[in-house]
């Protein structure tokens, strides 16, 4: 089992750049994949990005990829998103995820399929 809580979150102008992390305390980090997902008011869950447990692979949705990236500390058991060129639309509360079946970073990306989430951080881009 897992616990995982994301920190990192704030308020940042259109254009600037911000980094969220999310901490796992447990056991077998390192065979976890892990994704991020975000969620805006009124709005579904949608999937942002995935790495694969090793780190090896990474896969984004269309509307992050070129400016998000995704990469995990298996030492620190922690997975980071680091977000650049953000756009008043990337506004949401953004959450990790672990999932345990060994998927590719592209087979991740539904809500559903992750076995634990954390609390979410909220990430505020103002225009």
């Known amino acids: 089992q897992l616990q995982l809580v994301e920190s990192g979150g704030g308020l940042v102008q259109a254009g600037g750049s911000l980094r969220v992390s999310c901490q796992a305390s447990g056991r077998n980090f390192n065979r976890y994949t892990m994704g991020w997902f975000r969620q805006a008011p009124g709005k579904d869950r949608e999937f942002v990005a995935a790495?694969?447990?090793?780190?090896?692979?990474?896969y984004y949705s269309d509307s992050v990829k070129g400016r998000f990236t995704v990469f995990r500390s298996n030492e620190m058991n922690t997975v980071y998103l680091q977000m650049n060129s953000l756009k008043p639309e990337d506004t949401a509360v953004y959450y990790c995820?672990?999932?345990?079946?060994?998927?590719?970073?592209?087979?991740?990306?539904?809500?559903?399929?992750?076995?634990?989430w954390g609390q979410g951080t909220q990430v505020t881009v103002s225009s």
């Open positions: 790495i694969a447990w090793s780190g090896g692979t990474t």
């Open positions: 995820a672990a999932d345990y079946l060994p998927r590719t970073a592209a087979q991740a990306t539904v809500a559903n399929d992750y076995d634990y």
